[in-house]
């Protein structure tokens, strides 16, 4: 077996064997953080000479599907390890035995039945400033070895806040890009253009802690799914192609709150390929009003309830307006629109630092959709020019 060897896996591997409590890493992206972390947890399961009883915990399920578990997949995958030969997999429960009698088992944060009742000898919390302190709590309680955290330092969090609550026997490794030796040219361009952004260099680039600065939407949290009662008010498309997801949104409505659900977010769609996405669903889809033709299309291929959104003067900011007064229920799977309210912020000026109450054109594809149902759907001023417009396209 060949072993991809990081410096984040070295100093886990160090760290492990000096008995430490809390090995914990941080990072800014493509560090490759978790996935040096399940390595390790890997070849310790491989190599254990006793059982061992491994949990790997984050905050939603479609974020460990998409992040840990994918990983553990590539790494296995890699290893040329094969299942029902090295392990067995209980796909229900999330659950693998490996021929060591170790167990590894995958669940979410959110799983409050599973964080106060499991018992565990190791346990990895993957992008940990994501889950509350207590929960860290009630999980470390029933560990009864080793514990692993890692996570994007873009504000502090409890592992700051508790000082020397963690200190004692922690070894706490600090990675960037540069400690990547697997990323690939375009990757580093990439990351190494986002220099101007100051705050976000200094956490994503140099893995620093961060301060969240001017983020626009503060009021919202996750769901686990649209809850009944709730009341559709329509779908925001945002197009892209190339480099840019097309973004579509479902906008649900309770009371005073809106509920988001994420339902498309890719690169490379054509018109007719939108058309077979939103074909046939309820409520109407509001698009990006400067696509015209595009819109023309996806109605021509039969989704005859689409309409362009109503702009004018000012749109983006009064459309954030209009969100602002709503607080937002975001469902766990809709993780790129997450990443974009944890990211969507005002351009700060220069000298000052105080916010120009314009958005930064950065991570707001999904966003943007949600716009467009807000500027159509959740003004009242606005509702018989939307009407017009759906009537011009037939």
């Known amino acids: 077996m060949i072993i991809a060897y990081t410096k984040v896996l070295d100093e886990t591997m160090k ?7 809390l090995i914990a890493n941080r990072g800014g ?28 915990v984050s905050e939603s399920f479609p974020h460990l599907k998409r992040g840990a578990m994918q990983d553990f997949d590539d ?30 088992r995958f669940f979410s944060a ?6 106060k009742g499991s018992r565990r000898d190791i346990l990895f919390i993957n992008e940990a400033n994501r889950i509350p302190w207590e929960t860290y709590r009630q999980l470390a309680v029933r560990t009864a070895e080793t514990i692993f955290i890692d996570w994007n330092p873009d504000s502090e969090f409890w592992f700051e806040e508790q000082g020397l609550n963690l200190r004692e026997r922690t070894t706490e490794i600090i990675s960037t890009y540069l400690d990547n030796p697997f990323l690939g040219d375009e990757q580093i361009r990439e990351i190494e253009s986002q220099h101007a952004d100051e705050n976000w260099w200094k956490v994503y680039g140099l893995g620093q802690v961060g301060r969240p600065q001017g983020l626009i939407y503060n009021r919202w949290a996750q769901c ?38 994420e339902e498309c977010y890719a690169t490379g769609l054509t018109n007719d390929l939108i058309a077979e996405r939103l074909r046939g669903v309820q409520g109407p889809v509001v698009a990006d009003s400067a696509e015209m033709k595009s819109i023309t299309e996806i109605h021509n291929f039969g989704v005859r309830n689409i309409e362009p959104s109503l702009k004018g003067p000012d749109s983006i900011r009064n459309g954030i307006q209009i969100l602002q007064r709503y607080k937002l229920n975001v469902t766990q799977k809709s993780l790129n629109l997450i ?56």
């Not at 790494?75 to 590894?104: A, P, S, W």
């Not at 120009?356 to 594809?365: E, G, L, T």
Request: proline share 2%.
């Open 224 to 261: 686990r799914e649209i809850s009944d009662g709730s009341r559709l008010i329509g779908r925001g498309l945002d197009f892209g192609f190339t480099t840019d997801p097309t973004a579509i949104v479902a906008v649900y409505q309770q009371g005073g709150e809106l509920l988001l659900d």
């Open 339 to 394: 990443k974009e309210l944890r990211n969507y912020k005002w351009q700060a000026d220069r000298i000052t630092g105080e916010n120009k109450n314009v958005p930064v054109d950065k991570f707001n594809h999904a966003l943007d959709a949600v716009r467009y149902v807000a500027l159509n759907k959740l003004t009242k001023r606005l509702l018989g020019t939307a009407k017009a417009h759906v009537n011009r396209l037939d």
């Open 75 to 104: 790494i296995c995958t890699g290893y040329q390890l094969v299942e029902d030969v090295n392990y067995k997999v209980n796909r229900t429960d999330h659950i693998y035995t490996f021929m060591t009698g170790c167990v590894l």
């Open 110 to 115: 959110d799983d409050w039945g599973k964080v």
């Open 15 to 21: 760290a492990y064997a000096a008995g430490q409590r």
């Open 29 to 56: 992206t493509r560090s490759g953080k978790t996935y040096s972390i399940m390595t390790f947890l890997v070849l310790l399961m491989l190599s254990s000479k006793r059982p061992l009883a491994i949990d790997v």
